[in-house]
């Protein structure tokens, strides 16, 4: 503020009255000095100085735009004229002034400056608004950035984990169906060839994906329960008379209460109790009658009966396909489902180990 020196206590006092906080200067440089410190919201400039060091206000004016750039600039003129305003016009590139005539419009003044200042708060305030939120924006968007970084860190952990812990429980339970066989050395294999052709079957059947690592799983370790079979029984290499069939018989269910005891075999157990089910009820040990028993079951049941057909055993030599494809038609509708057999024979399922056929192209990426 910088009007004539005997009326400058009295606008300061005025202009405070507002409850504004008034800087006065009594000169261009004390005024430019002040507010280099501190920018105005508000400059009032005396027009024409009347102390000994000539006041300019078109300069002072134009000068205060460096230091306070949005300050509503005040000149008090004698009477606002054309010709003042024309010399005030190069100042108001970029700056808003007013022309005021001192004293008549002194109420005037006290509006401009009351408003000019509230005007500028509320500019300060915006931008201070914009900033924080930019502030908060950036903050957002860093720890976003971060969660981003961090969650797919911790989903490759994950997965690298649950393959590990997958590929764990393979080998234990291939360990499992290993221990199995290790009791009966004539079954060398049988579990791998009945998950293969249990698989094949299943694919050719149309069973769902998801559903085949189970059933894999389900074909691998259906004979669980020959671990609690007697080794005089098991191993027996003659006939089983009626006791030791009976023995035999209960290995379903033994392979049902071992597998129940362990959570990761639970989705096997169907397989495991069901494999000696019959399509026509006359099976063990729940006596289920056609797809009642489930299809797991049904399908484990084939690959079982072939792999027995298609192989050495001590007691007999192996048939060849025509055989076997023979045998399961028969049986098609009273100890199988006939529309798997169809599928199995159809496709001649069962040369996937004969040397002397021509294997079906197959590879599910699952058997190990
Ligand atoms: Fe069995």
Redesign the pocket.
Known sequence: MHPQPEALGELAELLGGLGLAVETARSTVEALNKLRGSPAHVIVANHISASPHAFDGVAFLAASTVHSPEALRIALVASPDEAVELDYRPVHEGAIIRLVAKPSERSRLVGLVSEGTKLLNLVEDQRDLVRRLSLDQQKLQRRETLLDVVVKERTKDLEESYLKLKAANRQALFGLAEAIEAKDPYTKGHCGRVAAYSIILAKEAGYPVEGLETLEFGAFL??IGKIGIKDAVLLKPGPLDDAEWIHMRE??VKGYDIASKIEMLHPIMPAVRN??ERWDGSGYPDKMLAEDIPLVARIVAIA?AYDAMATDRPYKQALPLEECEAILRKTAGKMYDPELIAVFCDRHLGALYRDDYEAQPYDDGLAG
């Open positions: 259906h004979d290995h379903p494999h000696h079982d």
